[in-house]
């Protein structure tokens, strides 16, 4: 029997389940009036055709879908509906959409419309294309003026836009089967959506140069149309050969390495509720303590005083994460905040330094910031705090990381964080979000080589928004991007994405991963009005628990034959080695455990996995 949604989600509510349409072997997802999962023969083509409308804070507007109608045939499907948006100051908006598709061509054409006017920073398609089997692959691009140029996906992450003024875009699904995607009615460019953590190339309408935000004039239609073609030169009845798998094979890979330090964050407001849960503390034993530190927020002196009691109570190391205000002379400031330092009795490991406005994202076309030169940061701090180990990079996420480039000569680690809810916040894309990682890691690694690397603090919920003016507050407790609160924090799924998150960064050979706090709604327990079973402690507890206990063992590579359903790792505990299974879906998986030698005691070759479950095994050696 399936877990009730709130121990899976933290949440009663339940995301409604796509309807499948098919025509011939195309087949698509019907999701909130978009296509997920476009798939030939099979195989995906486009992760998702959307048609999103963003506010002034690039929040996605979630519109009311009225006048639903669908049509399926055998070799097709059809069909169309209207969606409204409501805006603020009594605007709206209104979509027509038709959809409509025969066995080898989809289109999706939609005319918006607005009685009063509208403001937005993006109204119109975005298309997504698969990042597994794809990145580095040839792809043929043809441009607005006609041109058609060969090249091919991105296989390191771009930090700008790979391809820009497009109107189709060709890959190859499958021998002899390619894909044109052609975008009809603006200028469309692709973004690599890797930058945030998101497993797609996003192709999107209106090119980020040209102002944000914009009115949609009242009157005036808006009509755009996304057309799919596939051509099939295999012949005759020809099938992709794909068999129906009745279990997940696990087998061990090549890879092995040591299991980084886990580190948890700790801010000034949850200063006092860390130091009153103190034995949760001690239970958990985390190696590294991450405590945040902005003056622009008003942190000064007193917050600098918890920090160093908090540290009375570990026996790990503390890094200070400090957000630079950069207002007047970054030797000043940072001197400044060394004297408050030694004031406070506060005596961190390390210091991770970045200017504050670099917590803000610069899109292309927008102009820089105007910023101190890190080079003069990094010698300020270097003075400021001699003899401690200085760390660098950006307190936000990759995207900024990567298109502000730091100099890493003077710094002993580079540190950023990620966030899952950039841009949609449904279970399927947060967990999708996973395959991007090891592109993120790798990325990194090509630009700073082998300097120690820190990944967090990581979590679902979104501590700051680079890309507006604010988180979006989530009373309701519901699934929506750049919240800063996020049910699923709350449940198995929570605990299974933090297990998969550290398991897709073992290659990445981190020095240190902080995955959530001790407390509050980034926490690992809950405050004392949140309905959380086994003692106000989530479940994530018992994720970040275990890998701060693995912490320095060795770890093996686990090669799944679904990695977007199971994924897995061998570490040495203190007297064997454990396999660590975890279920990213919310059905039950049956696993195949034939490739391994169980301990005596442990019956059968396979086993089954609950929803959003961890498993662990020991194998005998």
Sequence with gaps: MKPEPFLLYGTREVEEPPVHLSAGKLSVDLAHGNLRTVAYDGVEVLRAVSYLVRDRDWGTYHPTIEDVKIEQQDDSFALAYRARCNGPEATELAVDVRIYASCHDLVFEAEAISKTGFET???????????????????????VDGQ???????????PWQPFKDVRAITHTVLPK?????????DTFEMEDQRNWSDASYKTYVRPLALPWPYEIAAGEPIRQRIVLTIDDRRGGATSWARNDRRS??????????????????????????????????????????????????????????????????????????IALPCKQSPASEAADIAQQIKMAGFRPDAIAISPSVDRQSTPPGS???????????????????????????????????????????????????????VHAADDLSVMQTLEALPFIARSVRSIYGDIPYRIGPSTIPMRQNPYGSRTMDNPA???????????????????????????QLLGAHLECLTLSALTGSFGLIAGRDEPVADGGKRPIFNTVKSLAALAGRKWRECVSSAPSEVLAFIAEAAAAKILHLVNVTAEEQQVDLSPFQLQKGLSGSSLKIGPYAIKRITLSD
């Design 248 to 321: 997940i094979k696990i087998e061990t890979g090549q890879n092995r390495g040591v299991m980084p330090s886990i580190g948890l964050i700790v801010t000034p407001e949850e200063t006092a509720s860390t130091l009153a849960a103190r034995e949760v503390l001690a239970d958990i034993k985390p190696q590294e303590l991450l405590f945040h530190f902005d003056p622009i927020a008003g942190h000064g002196i007193e917050a600098l005083q918890g920090f160093a009691a908090v540290t009375k109570l570990h026996a790990g190391e503390s890094t200070l994460e």
């Design 148 to 158: 058609r140029e060969e090249t091919r996906f991105p296989d390191l992450i771009d």
């Design 121 to 143: 920073n993006r109204c119109g398609f975005c298309i997504l294309h698969p990042i597994v089997g794809v990145a580095g692959t040839p792809v043929t691009v043809e441009h």
């Design 367 to 421: 102009k820089w910031p105007e910023c101190p030169p890190l080079e003069d940061i990094y010698a300020a701090a270097c003075a400021a705090f001699p003899g401690i180990r200085l760390g660098g990079g950006m307190l936000s996420y990759f995207t900024e990381l990567n298109r502000k480039r730091v100099p890493a000569v003077a710094l002993g680690f580079i540190t950023h964080c990620t966030n899952p809810i």
């Design 177 to 185: 089967v390619t894909a044109e995607c052609r975008m009809e009615g």
């Design 477 to 503: 407790g519901s699934r929506i991007p750049m919240a800063n609160t996020d049910p699923r924090h709350n449940g198995l799924f929570g605990e299974a994405f933090a297990m998969a998150y550290a398991i």
